[in-house]
C-alpha cells in the first residue's frame, strides 16, 4: 500500500500566518509530546510514522511549498511536484504516473489518497489499512474512509450509504455524496447513517491507468509533466469518484477535525497567547498568535482571533474568521516570510521609489551546516552584511570565510552562495528595477559540488 499525501491550499483561509508558500499545513502552532510546536504537517508525518506507514508516503505538492516541506520534514522526503497548480485531479494522475513509470509500483498496488493536514488521532492511520482489504474483497473500484458524524454539520460533504455498518458488514456500497447541506437536511442525512467525507480515498493503480488511457492522457511520468499544462483544472471527486461504477465506504469512529479556519484551528491550541503580548483577564475565548517582535496587548476582549505575521494583520471576531478567504482572495501580495531547506528569511522593508527603483531588505537566517545554492541574479543587486555567526562564502568561484560584521557586496549576475559554519544571520539588501523571487538561477544545489567550482 502507497499513500499519497496532498499538499495543496493557497494560503488565504489563515492569512496572514498563511500565504503562497506556507499554507496552513505548515503553521507551528500545535504542541507535540514534548510540548514543542509542531505543524499539522509535521504531525501526520510523525503518526504515519508510528503506524509503520511513512516510508510507504509521497507527499503531492506545487513548487511553492517544496522549500517548507524540506525544512519541516527534511531532505528525504518522497515529494512528487506539479509543474503549476491544476486541481485534485491532475495531481493525482501525475502521482499515479510517477508509481507507475518512476518508482515501478505494481498496478496491483494499492493507493490511498488523503488530504495532509487532518487532526486525528494515530487510531486515524490505523485504519488506512482497512481500505485495502476492501479493495481486496470486493468488486468496488474505490474504497472511501468516511467519518462517523458527531453533529449535523453544514461545513462538511457527506457520503451516503446504502445501509448501516456494523459488525458483520465491514464497509457499505456508496449511493450518493451531498455537499454542505442545510443543518435539516444534515440531520436527515445522519439519521440514514450518512459518513462526513474527510477526503480519504483508495484505488487500485490498475483503475487509474485503466482511466488515463481511456482518455488519451500519458502514463509516463515525463510525458505527463510535459502535457500538465494541457490537464483539465477539476476535481478528483468530479472526474473520477463520481463516476465510478462501484465505490465502497468505511467508517472512522474516532475525532476528526478540518482546522481549516481560525475558529477551528483555536479550538486545538493549547495556549491562549503565543508570540509577545499581554491577553489580560475578562478576555474569554481569544487568542493572540505572534510573529512579529512588536508586543500585542488586547483588553477585555472575547470571541476574538489576533494573528500577526510580516505579512500583515488580522484582528477579527472568531465567528467572522472564515470570511477571510473571501477577503483576501484578490490579493497577490508577496510571501513576507517562508521557511527554506537552509533555514529561513523574512521581509523587514520594502520600498518603490518614483523613478522604479525598488529597494527590498530581509534578514536570512541559515542554519549551521546548512547552505545557500550557487546562483546569480539578473535583476538586482544585493548587499551582505553579517550580523552573527560565520562562514563560508564562494563568489565567482573564489572561497573565503566571512564572519559578525562583514559586509559582502554582489552585483547582478555575480555567482555566489554561503555555508554557516554555526547558525549564521546576515541582512540583505536589495536592489533593482523588479525584486522578485523568481530572479534566482540556481547553479548548483549540494556544497560539496559547489566547492568543485572554485579556483581558490
Given amino acids: 500500500m502507497k499513500i499519497v499525501l496532498l499538499s495543496g491550499g493557497s494560503g488565504k483561509r489563515l492569512w496572514p500566518l498563511s500565504n503562497d508558500s506556507r499554507s496552513k499545513q505548515f503553521l507551528k502552532i500545535l504542541k507535540n509530546g514534548d510540548g514543542k510546536l509542531e505543524s499539522m504537517i509535521q504531525r501526520v508525518w510523525g503518526q504515519l510514522e508510528k503506524v509503520g506507514l511513512q516510508r510507504d508516503a509521497y507527499v503531492a505538492t506545487s513548487k511553492p511549498q517544496v522549500e517548507m516541506i524540506y525544512s519541516q520534514l527534511g531532505n528525504d522526503i518522497n515529494l512528487i511536484v506539479e509543474p503549476e497548480r491544476r486541481d485534485t485531479f491532475p495531481a493525482i494522475a501525475l502521482a499515479a504516473t510517477y508509481l507507475y513509470a518512476i518508482e515501478g509500483v505494481s498496478l496491483n498496488e494499492t493507493i490511498v489518497v488523503m488530504p495532509v493536514d487532518p487532526y486525528v488521532e494515530d487510531s486515524f492511520f490505523e485504519s488506512l489499512k482497512r481500505l485495502e482489504h476492501v479493495l481486496d474483497h470486493s468488486d468496488a473500484d474505490l474504497a472511501l474512509m ?3 458524524p458527531t453533529y449535523p454539520s453544514e461545513k462538511y460533504g457527506y457520503i451516503m450509504p446504502n445501509g448501516e455498518i456494523g459488525a458483520e ?7 450518493s455524496f451531498r455537499e454542505k447541506p442545510r443543518k435539516e ?6 439519521r440514514q447513517h450518512a459518513l462526513w467525507n474527510c477526503g480519504v480515498f483508495a484505488f487500485k493503480l490498475d483503475f487509474l491507468i485503466t482511466i488515463l488511457i481511456a482518455n488519451e492522457l500519458p502514463i509516463q511520468y515525463e510525458e505527463m509533466l510535459k ?3 494541457s490537464m483539465p483544472k477539476i476535481s478528483f471527486d468530479y472526474e473520477v469518484v463520481e463516476r465510478a461504477n462501484r465505490v465502497a465506504a468505511i467508517q472512522y469512529d474516532g475525532p476528526w477535525k478540518d482546522l481549516g479556519t481560525w475558529n ?4 486545538e491550541i493549547e495556549t491562549s497567547l503565543i508570540g509577545k503580548g499581554i491577553i489580560t483577564e475578562g478576555s474569554i475565548n481569544t487568542h ?7 508586543p500585542i496587548t488586547l483588553m477585555g476582549l472575547s470571541d476574538v482571533i489576533v494573528a500577526a505575521s510580516p505579512d500583515g494583520i488580522l484582528v477579527a471576531d472568531k465567528a467572522a474568521s ?17 521557511e527554506r531547506r537552509w533555514g529561513r528569511y523574512r521581509v523587514l522593508d520594502y520600498i518603490r521609489y518614483p523613478d522604479g527603483r525598488e529597494v527590498l531588505t530581509k534578514r536570512i537566517f541559515i542554519s549551521a551546516g546548512k547552505n545557500l545554492s550557487y546562483q546569480y541574479h539578473s535583476l538586482r543587486d544585493e548587499v551582505w552584511t553579517v550580523v552573527s555567526g560565520s562562514g563560508d562564502m564562494i563568489l565567482n568561484e573564489k572561497r573565503f570565510s566571512v564572519k559578525e560584521g562583514d559586509v559582502i557586496s554582489i552585483p547582478k549576475e ?5 555555508r554557516a559554519e554555526s547558525d549564521i544571520e546576515i541582512i540583505e539588501v536589495q536592489t533593482g528595477s523588479q525584486l522578485i523571487e523568481e530572479d534566482i538561477v540556481r547553479l548548483e544545489l549540494d556544497w560539496s559540488d559547489i566547492v568543485q567550482l572554485c579556483r581558490v
Fill in 146 to 148: 468516511g467519518v462517523k
Fill in 414 to 418: 555575480n555567482k555566489h552562495s554561503l
Fill in 169 to 175: 458488514q465491514p464497509f457499505v456500497d456508496v449511493l
Fill in 288 to 294: 493572540v498568535i505572534n510573529e512579529l517582535d512588536l
Fill in 227 to 229: 502535457r500538465y499544462g
Fill in 322 to 338: 472564515p470570511q477571510i478567504k473571501e477577503v483576501m482572495k484578490h490579493s497577490d501580495q508577496r510571501p513576507m516570510y517562508e
Fill in 264 to 267: 477551528t484551528l483555536t479550538e
Fill in 185 to 190: 437536511d444534515a440531520e436527515e442525512m445522519i
